[in-house]
């Protein structure tokens, strides 16, 4: 397993053309937060505003759209209910982010199970924490397309068949495998497995340990995958800034929000880009 270190910065945080437009940095779609999960999925549409995406939609509960233009005014917003206006977006995104706040309602099923069968080959798919329990527990077939899956290791368990306990490496490969996609195993030492490597974050501390914390990474993935070519690299970039600013902030904080990780991005992301 490889240790992941700051090098990794510089070789994806590339700097902006000057002739270039939002277009240009990727349109990302990020679908979940129902009526009690909102916060999920404002979270995530921040970090990957913060993080450069270039047009963020979020496809969400009607009953967050004010809190969703009041925290995040830069993102677009959709209603959920609204099946064909999903597809619409889907189809136009480059990237999409499902699954934050979603829940595991009949809606959200309904949702999630539109939403892959709308999917194309091409597009980036970050498939995170109610879906990832949804694909688990009812067996949804996923789609083809470039899958990166950002469970939490009780997520892992229901998605894997693995237990906690006997997460290790070679069992985590053999399933990862069979996803076809990247998987990123998050706790106190989030593990990556990308199609060739494994990859283990050094970074991290438990003042991170507080609810949409998960969430703001996933947003955070989806800003640099919508950005940055190489994929795999985009993915263990995010991971490692997500630790690294929260590490920055734990030297005087007791405890790290999300907000306050979300709101460092752009700063992190200039002092570690390309030079
Ligand atoms: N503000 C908002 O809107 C928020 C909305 N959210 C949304 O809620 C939805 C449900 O997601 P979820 O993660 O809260 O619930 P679930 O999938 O049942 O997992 C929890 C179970 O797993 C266990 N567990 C074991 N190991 C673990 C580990 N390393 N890390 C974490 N848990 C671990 C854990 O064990 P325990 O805590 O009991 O020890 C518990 O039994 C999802 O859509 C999410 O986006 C949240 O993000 C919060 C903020
Ligand atoms: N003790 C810890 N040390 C380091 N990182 C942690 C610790 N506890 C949680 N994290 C990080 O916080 C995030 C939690 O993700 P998740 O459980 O999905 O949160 P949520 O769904 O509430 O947003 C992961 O990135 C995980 O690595
Ligand atoms: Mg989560």
């Given at each position: 397993m490889e240790t992941l270190t700051a090098a990794i910065l510089p070789q994806t945080i590339r700097q902006r053309p000057a002739?270039?437009?939002?277009?240009t940095y990727g349109r990302i779609v990020l679908i979940g937060g129902n009526d009690n999960f909102g916060g999920a999925i404002i979270m995530a549409s921040a970090a990957a505003v913060y993080s450069g995406a270039g047009l963020v939609t979020t496809v969400t509960a009607k009953s967050n759209q004010t809190s969703l233009h009041d925290r995040v005014p830069e993102a677009i917003f959709a209603d959920i209910t609204d099946v064909s206006l999903m597809v619409s977006l889907i189809t136009a995104a480059d990237t999409i982010v499902i699954?934050?706040?979603?829940?595991?309602t009949n809606q959200s099923r309904a949702t999630l199970t539109t939403a892959f069968e709308n999917i194309q080959a091409d597009q980036r798919v970050i498939i995170d924490g109610s879906a990832i329990t949804l694909v688990a527990t009812d067996q949804l077939s996923l789609p083809t397309a470039h899958l990166i899956f950002t469970p939490h290791q009780m997520e892992w368990q229901r998605l894997s068949g693995i237990a906690i306990a006997d997460q290790t490496p070679q069992r985590n490969r053999q399933v990862v495998d069979e996803l076809h996609g990247i998987v990123?195993?998050?706790?106190?030492h989030t593990e990556i497995y990308t199609a060739t490597e494994t990859y283990r974050n050094p970074l991290g501390t438990p003042?991170?340990?507080?609810?949409?914390m998960g969430d703001t990474l996933a947003g955070m993935v989806g800003g640099f995958v919508a950005q940055f070519a190489n994929e795999s690299q985009a993915v263990l970039a995010a991971v490692y800034s997500h630790s690294a600013i929260a590490e920055e902030l734990a030297t005087s904080q007791y405890v790290v929000l999300p907000h306050q990780i979300i709101t460092e991005i752009p700063r992190f992301m200039k002092t570690h880009s390309e030079k």
């Open positions: 002739d270039s437009h939002k277009g699954g934050p706040g979603l829940g595991t990123v195993l998050k706790s106190h003042a991170q340990a507080t609810g949409g």
